[in-house]
């Protein structure tokens, strides 16, 4: 089992930055695939950010490509999100998840392992 703790979402206005990290407990982290979901009010889970195993593969939807920075610390089980750049479209609910295998995906349905998730509000 892998339990997943999201942090540092909050209230930023446009044009400011955020990182949110996410903490996970397997001793195997080393070895998952990681990305980064959100989801707006009546929208569906969107895909942001994935990393694979190593950190030397990244991937980022269209919309946040030159933004956001996806990385992780596999000395701290921990994954980030570096939001540059902010826009109030940017704002949701901000999941971390990871699946059992090296390679990162873009689709939710491909990731086993959740985090609660963490808010982010974007004003204008």
């Known amino acids: 089992q892998v339990q997943l703790v999201e942090s540092g979402g909050g209230f930023m206005q446009a044009g400011g930055s955020l990182r949110l990290s996410c903490a996970a407990s397997?001793?195997?982290?080393?070895?998952?695939?990681m990305a980064w979901f959100r989801q707006a009010p009546g929208k569906e889970r969107e895909f942001v950010a994935a990393i694979n195993w190593s950190g030397r593969n990244t991937y980022y939807a269209d919309s946040v490509k030159g933004r956001f920075t996806i990385s992780r610390d596999n000395a701290k089980n921990t994954v980030y999100l570096q939001m540059n750049s902010l826009k109030p479209e940017d704002t949701a609910v901000y999941y971390c998840a990871t699946r059992s295998a090296y390679i990162a995906t873009m689709e939710s349905d491909d990731y086993n392992y959740w985090g609660q998730g963490t808010q982010v509000t974007v004003s204008s």
């Open positions: 397997a001793r195997t982290f080393n070895n998952y695939a």
